[in-house]
């Protein structure tokens, strides 16, 4: 069953960690905030416009005077037409204005300096779509819709409506930044992460200095190296990184959890890298035996004789100890439990040699002597099983000719598979086994320090040539 990850509550820690921890995390949402502003200020600006008025002087940011002009015609003439009439000269004179302003907005493209080309766009089809025009010109609907005879047609109440819900807040979105000596839009974050950058900067030498009184072999450098990622949250540039103590810091204090994180990221390594180590290590253990065995002498120190330079940890030569008890194990613990089998080989043998005798046959037909081929028989399986216990060659030789005929394929089939089970119940019994078991570890610990040598830098370059050799070719197969 799968265990859920919480995060733990723990009151001890100190309320000065969590304020920290609180006070990072502020600063990294201002810093998201202030990345996506203008992103998002069209939003501020419809539904929290007192957050545009605080906030755009931070980014530079002031009405356009074209598209402030603009405005200011169309409120001058709804006063007109509030005054005088729709028809009246001045009014005339002002949807004169609002023709030329339209026709130089769609030219000339206010919106372009802050990447708000899109805005305009829609200003642009809504407008098409409101008049109804054919020749799908922007410039040539804005000149029928501010002129007298659609607003009387439409009707200018109607009319005015529209535009204010349609057109004028994609207008009034629109707006200038400043651009600085640098050639880039202003930026007045650093006014309000200044603050943040202080507070952090003193933590950080005050928490650096207490480690290093705390541990007397820590100097002061050693506790900013310890404490290095607390850097980002005084550094005035690549702010995104602040994440990092931000999230460490949270998970300091258990108000986040980061262990299922941790654990996925190291399974992800692990994996990453497990078959890389596992193939070089394979391949470096396999070519220094090789280059043993091209040598010469490594089967003559083993199984030969040992000479000065080789290292003995137990004076004992495990390959022959291993070879001795096996042969002991077979001859007397695994034969003596074949007994059986082998004589019921040997009897089909000797029973098929009896019966192609002519000597045998002729015993038989003399009165009285009709029982003494059996009484052989009987003598010689009990010899023969006697000796193949005692003779391991003679039992071979045996097997080996009753393998001619399929009843004695079939016997010697039997006679192996239970060698097989007797040799594995022997082999898996606790003190042959252990003593095995014990020989094999001194063996390979010997091998290991005698032949297994430290991968240096060259032969870690031969390793990774190698590797890369093999993948090609099975690459190509």
Do not use: C
Not at 67 to 93: D, F, G, M
């Amino acid at each position: 069953m799968k265990k859920s990850i919480s995060v733990q509550k723990n009151s001890k820690i100190p309320w000065f960690e969590r304020f920290m921890a609180i006070v990072a995390t502020v600063n990294y949402g201002l810093i998201l905030f202030n990345l996506s502003y203008t992103d998002l200020r069209d939003y501020y600006f419809r539904y929290i416009p007192i957050l545009t008025q605080i906030y755009d002087p931070f980014k530079g940011i002031e009405p356009h005077q074209d598209t402030e002009k603009y405005l200011e015609t169309i409120e001058r003439l709804k006063v007109s037409v509030a005054e005088t009439s729709l028809n009246s000269p001045q009014t005339e004179i002002i949807l004169a204005q609002l023709r030329s302003q339209s026709a130089e907005m769609v030219s000339e493209n206010p919106f372009a300096l802050v990447g708000k080309s899109g805005t305009l766009e829609r200003i642009k089809n809504r407008m098409r779509d409101q008049v109804e025009n054919p020749n799908n010109s922007a410039k040539e609907s804005f000149k029928i819709f501010w002129s007298p005879a659609y607003l009387k047609q439409q009707g200018y109440d109607q009319s005015m409506q529209w535009f204010n819900y349609q057109i004028s807040p994609l207008i009034a979105s629109n707006y200038y930044r400043t651009i600085g000596e640098n050639g880039k839009f202003t930026q007045r974050f650093w006014k309000i992460d200044l603050p943040f950058i202080i507070i952090f900067f003193l933590e950080f030498l005050a928490r650096t200095y207490l480690i290093s009184r705390r541990y007397p072999k820590v100097t002061w450098f050693d506790a900013m190296l310890w404490r290095w990622y607390d850097a980002f949250l005084f550094i005035p540039f690549w702010r995104l990184l602040r994440i990092i103590p931000v999230v460490l810091r949270l998970n300091q204090v258990h108000f986040i959890s980061l262990e299922h994180i941790r654990l996925q990221v190291t399974r992800g390594f692990v994996a990453g890298i497990a078959r890389e180590l596992t193939e070089a290590v394979v391949v470096e253990v396999l070519e220094q035996v090789q280059r043993e065995i091209q040598k010469g002498d490594v089967f003559k120190r083993f199984f030969i004789n040992r000479n000065k330079k080789y290292l003995d940890i137990n004076n004992v030569n495990e390959i022959e100890a291993i070879a001795n008890h096996l042969i002991k194990i077979i001859i007397y613990n695994v034969i003596p439990q074949l007994e059986p089998d082998i004589e019921e080989l040997l009897r089909y043998n000797i029973e098929q040699v009896m019966q192609q005798s002519p000597i045998i046959q002729q015993f038989k037909t003399i009165p009285g002597l009709q029982q003494i081929p059996e009484q052989i028989q009987e003598r010689m399986i009990a010899e023969l099983s006697k000796l193949a216990t005692q003779g391991p060659q003679d039992a071979y030789a045996t097997v080996k000719k009753a393998m001619e005929d399929p009843i004695g394929t079939k016997l010697t089939e039997q006679l192996v598979k239970h060698f097989s089970q007797v040799l594995s119940q022997e082999l898996q019994k606790e003190q042959g086994f252990a003593e095995i078991q014990v020989l094999l570890v001194d063996f390979l610990e010997e091998f290991k320090i005698n032949y297994i040598q430290q991968v240096d830098e060259s032969n870690f370059e031969q390793v990774l040539a190698q590797l890369n050799k093999q993948r090609r070719l099975t690459e190509t197969d």
